[in-house]
């Protein structure tokens, strides 16, 4: 009885969040969206298809660095998450290729193919780690410090 309630429970609550989001899609003001079904030719194109959306270096649409193969991340990265996830994330070659060969476990990521190469190429350039935390130490930021008196 309690796990009847319990999946009663759930299904209920999925169907307020699908009710929700086709409220939002259909209130929310459009945006222009460029959408690409295949990015992966070796073709060298004359302008990228975002290049009306780019600002100072940044893709102002997703806050992404502008370089060498963000179209395939636009194409397949966006296809599943915001950009959000991609700026606050901080890993090495190793780090990002585990991480979309988990999606691919995990969470049912298509089979990326030359695009993979790409991908990773650009996040590990764009998006490696730093060097310092989400913050500069404080320390450094001062020069007006005091000893403290025992």
């Known amino acids: 009885m309690r796990e009847d309630k319990h999946t009663r429970n759930l299904m209920v609550l999925m169907g307020i969040m699908t009710l929700l989001s086709v409220v939002i899609a259909f209130t929310a003001e459009p945006e ?3 959408i690409v ?13 975002y290049a ?9 649409p997703t806050g992404l660095k502008v370089d060498t193969h963000l ?3 636009l194409a397949n990265c966006l296809a599943c998450h915001s950009a959000d996830v991609i700026r606050n994330t901080r890993l ?5 290729t585990s991480l979309i060969h988990w999606m691919q476990e995990k969470q049912n990521l298509w ?10 190429a650009y996040l590990t350039k764009n998006y490696a780690p730093e060097a310092q935390g989400r913050r500069a130490n404080l320390a450094l930021q001062r020069d007006d410090w005091y000893e403290l008196e025992d």
């Open 52 to 60: 009306a959306d780019v600002k100072d270096g940044i893709h102002v």
């Open 37 to 49: 079904y295949s990015v992966s030719n070796d073709e060298e194109e004359k302008e990228p298809f």
């Open 32 to 34: 222009e969206v460029a």
């Open 111 to 120: 089979d990326l193919g030359a695009d993979e190469k790409r991908i990773v």
């Open 92 to 96: 090495d070659k190793q780090g990002w």
């Open 71 to 73: 179209e395939p991340v």
